[in-house]
């Protein structure tokens, strides 16, 4: 794919086939995209977080559910949708370009998810689930230490689903005086 | 280029060749994958302002540098070094993803300028103007109502200068539990 195919082509996905993981290469290369994505002053602020430990897993889909309330009409309980893969991505607090930092390693790993045919869907409430105890041990086990805001998570699989057609850009949205 | 390479080789770059601007095609590619990005629940809250004005742009140039304060040893006064394009991306309020949103398009913009042969960088404090009177007067010019957050420049040209190698990612930010 060139990179407007994969630019106009990716869309969020909501459905993913629970019981298939991707194999660690390629969720090692989404990450590298995120890793590669630029930062305020090449300080690096942002860092990734695999959570691999599905009893962690269950409990910050629990956590994020609890955070986000009733789900949409439809929508199911789990807001990570069942994908295999959770990929949390925190940045520094000490970097004022930290939320800034952590967006753009979420947006190369959603593209270079696409490429490789994989799934995903930014899941948010990562900045509260970071300030809750569950976060703390988190970045605990995760040997990360000081102070990190949590920026998004990355709901990541396979597709149980036709993948949609493109959005249409809305009008107006580009300007120019 | 593959997407990896866009990714891998891409670099800020902060010397542009001041009277040589890109033909407008190429800013509008950048601009469009920019509008491409993901938005939270597709709301498209970025907007992505051209500053195509020389006066305005010598204006939006003198304040970021006063919101900036002196700048870095040998950097050029002007925050945008010179760039003769000025991309502005501002994103409705009203959005609770706006900066994550907004973020995304700079992202994309970067990443289409440097498959383009463009040279761009983010110029930040994007957010401070548009809380002053100037970023007003640009939200109507613009003709944007309501509540619009800065998020960022996207300063954009042609390099004067090599291209400098990519940066290694830093050891110790992809991290699993």
Redesign the interface.
Known sequence: ?T??E???T?R?IRKFVADKTPPRELV?AV???G????T?R?R?S????????KD?QSRIRKLNAEIMGPPPPGRLPDPFYLAPVILLVVANAAAD?A??DG??A???M???AH?LGLASC?I?RAREEMETPLGKE?LE????EGEWIG??HLALGYADMELPA??P??E??????
Chains 1, 2 share one sequence.
């Not at 942002?46 to 430990?53: E, G, L, P, V």
């Open positions: 794919m990179f407007d994969i630019v106009r990716r969020s090692d990450v590298q995209a890793l590669e994505a630029p305020g090449n690096q942002s860092a990734i977080i695999r959570i691999d430990d962690l370009t939320v800034y967006s753009l979420m947006g190369n959603m593209l270079k490429e930014w948010h988190i086990r995760a040997g990360l920026v998004g493109p959005h850009v809305r107006g949205r580009y300007r120019s005086i």
